[in-house]
């Protein structure tokens, strides 16, 4: 089965930073684009970044200016560095991952607490 591997989460205080890494397994070549997704108890899953193989990048509302998705296509690896973070960016967050003519993959996700 083929999975993503993420790593990078855990508590912080308000105001803190955290960095998510999100790696592809090497059997994929052909990724269109990848993203981070997040979820809070009771909430809809929300889309917080993308970046497309071609360095587009898109962010959630709620985190332009604080978040910032970047990549290392060699390794098939994205980034997600949060900074100034806020107890309303706790979640569980997702990766995900877009390819030509298969589903979208996601990985098991990592829990990012912040603390008042």
């Known amino acids: 089965q083929v999975r993503l591997a993420e790593s990078g989460g855990g508590v912080v205080q308000t105001g803190g930073s955290l960095r998510l890494s999100c790696s592809a397994p090497?059997?994929?070549?052909?990724?269109?684009?990848m993203g981070w997704f997040r979820q809070a108890p009771g909430k809809q899953r929300e889309m917080v970044a993308r970046i497309t193989n071609s360095d587009s990048t898109t962010y959630g509302d709620s985190v332009k200016g604080r978040f910032t998705i970047s990549r290392d296509a060699v390794k098939g690896t994205i980034y997600l560095q949060m900074n100034n973070l806020r107890p309303e960016d706790t979640a569980v967050y997702y990766c995900?991952?877009?390819?030509?003519?298969?589903?979208?993959?996601w990985g098991q996700g990592t829990q990012v607490t912040v603390s008042t």
């Open positions: 090497g059997s994929i070549t052909t990724i269109e684009a």
């Open positions: 995900k991952l877009e390819r030509p003519w298969y589903n979208d993959l």
